[in-house]
């Protein structure tokens, strides 16, 4: 069974790629990437697959039975290329589909909702048989940039008391090739997300443990936060949608207790006690 994966060339992509190498034959994997020269280091087959050129997808996703389609980075832009990637995928015959969505998309207030659901509908309508994956936040989304926090002693966000069950991208990666590389998960809409949950004053008292003195959270009105971001060096539209996206968290969207994530990987999800560490190592 070949496998194809776009985006893989992204964080989680090659993470997946990854453990797909352990659970099937590399000869099976086929990265679906708009530069192919940068995935050499894969080791798998490329072809070139620009989400943005829909002319040219079906015959690039020729002879694959199975497609992993990673959501696009571009917000804004999802709804029509991933519209594109799933009319390709019919016509070249793909025989299922595993898409990465997001949490509660049904009913999430996030900003990032829309798309995610309209491409869920539009895999729905297109007969292809599929499983729809609705990752839950990246842990990486909060620590990445905890080393710049503790230099300014203080880590700022909008998310207020909100409880947050985030996962690790190697966690999501892992749920994505167990499905990808096994029956019965056809028709099936897994919500996902970590099993521990926390506050932003919890990632903040666990930092302080860390490094040994006191890092405490301070939170901003959304807008306050947007201006933060700006000052940062983000742009300002992006620093609004991250502040929006942040904000959404206190109303509960970044939370599910679920465990469906760690029953697929057949483990507990990576504690953020970990993540911190290797964050600020």
Partial sequence: MKIGITGANGQLGRLLVKKLKKRTDV???????????????????ARVF??????????????IDRLMIISSSEIGQRKRQHANVIDAAKKAGIKSIVYT?????DSSSMSLAPEHLATESHLKSSGIPNTILRNGWY??????????SVKAGVIIGSAGEGRI???????????????????????????LSGDEVYTLNDLAAE???????????????ESEYANALEEYGLPEELAKAYAGLD??????????????????????????EDVIKVALS
């Fill in 50 to 63: 620009d989400y943005d050129v829909p002319e040219a997808l079906a015959e690039s996703l020729q002879g």
């Fill in 101 to 105: 969505s997001l949490l509660k998309a």
């Fill in 207 to 221: 930092v302080s443990q860390q490094v040994g003195k006191q890092i405490p959270y301070k939170n901003l009105a």
């Fill in 165 to 191: 069950s985030s996962a690790t991208r190697e966690d999501y990666a892992e749920a994505a090739a167990v499905v990808l590389t096994n029956k019965g998960h056809l028709g099936k809409v897994y919500e």
């Fill in 247 to 272: 904000y959404a968290a206190s109303k509960g969207d970044l939370y599910d207790d679920g465990s469906i994530l760690s029953r697929l990987i057949g483990r507990p999800t990576t504690p953020l």
């Fill in 139 to 148: 842990t990486e989304n909060y620590t990445n940039s905890l080393k710049s």
């Fill in 27 to 45: 000869d099976d994997l086929i990265a679906l990437v708009r530069t192919p020269s940068k995935v050499i280091d894969l080791g798998i087959d």
